[in-house]
């Protein structure tokens, strides 16, 4: 664009624009960064890597609905780094420590479970259009989500950082962990969003106790601690399973009421 005296005029970002992306740009280099410490062997590094990602995958949405920073350019860069720290950083990962060991299944499992990740973030991309979704639409997401079906997958790893790898942990048995958590993505079973989700007054107090141990644990024994947390998250699948039922339900019987109630009146 020019002015008038004939110079260039550029456009201005504000900072509460930048500053998500940049949060989004840090999770990307973290998750690349965890394929780095893999080719080394340093498999804790790579672990942590891809944790530190979703740690700044939590905050970059949080950061742009502070800053009130939300652009269509931060929305995609969001999901390109998802799918790069959460798709295929773990896949190769999970391929460099051990089914490499099986040849073309080893490596099938890995494509298949990013190419499930890209999957999951196209739906996910796509429905973030839908103009009348149920009220409670907001506090599930469809299949699980990219941090969460990382952490899913690099299970294994961080379970063998506590009980070792032999004789569970085979390549084979990861291989089909990959592809069944790969399903699980791109699934259609409720998964608990924990976005906006607002606790009763009384709830608050036991909350900061659990997060109190929750630090703790994760100050002295990182690795049991965050796959406790991973497996807590697998014990929550089935819940949450139920709870949309119930509120899917709810929702239709006060819908189908209201049209009884409509029909009524319009007949009087």
């Not at 995609?76 to 959460?86: G, Y």
């Not at 703790?216 to 807590?232: C, H, K, V």
């Amino acid at each position: 664009m020019l002015r008038a005296g004939g110079k260039r005029r550029f456009r201005v970002i504000s900072l509460s624009t930048l500053i998500p992306n940049l949060i989004t740009v840090m999770a990307l280099c973290s998750g690349l960064t965890g394929i780095r410490f893999a080719l080394q062997e340093r498999w804790e590094f790579a672990v942590g890597a891809i944790a530190v990602a979703a740690v700044l995958d939590t905050l970059d949405g949080r950061m742009a609905r502070l800053l009130k920073g939300q652009s269509k350019f931060g929305a995609e860069l969001d999901s390109l780094a998802d799918f790069i720290s959460f798709g295929v950083s773990p896949a190769i990962i999970l391929f460099l420590w051990t089914t490499q060991d099986v040849g073309g299944f080893g490596w099938m499992s890995a494509l298949f479970f990013a190419t499930c990740m890209a999957l999951r973030l196209a739906r996910f991309n796509t429905k973030l259009d839908d103009v009348d979704p149920p009220v409670f639409a907001s506090r599930f997401f469809a299949g699980v989500p990219a941090p969460a079906a990382a952490g899913l997958g690099c299970l294994p790893l961080i379970l063998s950082f506590v009980i070792g790898p032999e004789p569970i942990w085979s390549p084979y048995l990861v291989a089909v962990w990959l592809v069944v958590v790969g399903l699980m993505m791109v699934s259609s079973i409720p998964t608990y969003s924990f976005k906006g989700t607002r606790l009763p007054q009384k709830l608050v107090l036991p909350l900061l106790v659990v997060a109190g141990l929750v630090i703790a644990g994760s100050l002295s024994e990182p690795w049991m601690t965050l796959a406790g947390i991973i497996i807590l998250y697998l014990v929550t699948m089935p819940l949450s399973y139920r709870s949309y039922r119930r509120l899917t339900a709810m929702h239709a019987a006060t819908a189908a009421k209201s049209e009884q109630e409509s029909v009524a009146a319009t007949d009087l």
